[in-house]
């Protein structure tokens, strides 16, 4: 199956820092989300970007999908900003309604 | 709009007994997918129902169940619990079983077993 890898696996910030995370697959794929899961647990949908780039305050993505990675930008980050950010994706028309994890980057912010 | 809303949110069963699980999706979503998050697999996809129908299913045991009702509510049963059953269990709604569609998650039941 597709193998999806998230680096760095931790970031430390200081507030008012940026920071990239990056998430690499090994197939084509036609679906891929990045969310913030909060500390209940509870995962919070950021961008659905399967290819391009968009942005949405403080927060930005970029898919480019025929080098199978996406990137997530995090600029000006605040406490609030911390927890474990995840993406997901899907392969193309096989088993089209399961989506594939990375292992999250767990993100600290601190004040 | 309502979001995706799963009951209980937190339960604590004895090893060997059943549970199970409720997930109501986004108002018009017909499409609901199972997540079992623990730390040390991830997030591993359970199964997804579309239109009452089990359209996909992931590598787990024949005791985790699901099934989807006709308001697109859906249930999922763990039945001779295991201590390694213990995890967030998460539900999402999409739109449709199509695969270029958003999904949302819902706030999770925390299950434990002792």
């Known amino acids: 199956g597709i193998q999806v890898e998230q680096s760095p696996p931790d970031l430390i910030l200081q507030e008012g820092a940026n920071s990239t995370l990056r998430c690499n697959f090994s197939d084509s794929v036609n679906n891929l989300q990045w969310f913030h899961q909060n500390p209940w647990g509870q995962l919070i949908n950021l961008f659905y970007i399967p290819s391009g780039t968009k942005q949405n305050g403080r927060l930005s993505a970029t898919t480019v999908a025929t080098e199978r990675y996406s990137l997530l930008y995090i600029s000006s980050s605040q406490t609030t900003d911390s927890g474990v950010y995840f993406c997901?994706?899907?392969?193309?028309?096989?088993?089209?309604?399961?989506?594939?994890f990375g292992d999250g980057t767990t993100l600290t912010v601190k004040p | 709009k309502a979001g995706v809303t799963q009951t209980p949110r937190y339960l604590i069963k004895t090893r060997g007994q059943q549970v199970t699980l409720s997930c109501s999706p986004i108002s018009g979503h017909r499409s609901v997918s199972w997540y079992q998050q623990t730390p040390g697999q991830g997030l591993q996809f359970l199964f997804e129902y579309f239109s009452e129908t089990q359209r996909n299913k992931g590598n787990f045991p024949g005791r985790f169940s699901g099934r989807q009702f006709s308001n697109s509510r859906s249930e999922m049963n763990v039945s001779t619990l295991e201590l390694g059953d213990s995890a967030l269990y998460l539900c999402a709604s999409r739109i449709t079983d199509a695969e270029a569609y958003e999904q949302y998650f819902g706030p999770g039941t925390r299950l434990t077993v002792t």
């Open positions: 997901a994706v899907k392969v193309r028309s096989t088993n089209a309604g399961k989506s594939t």
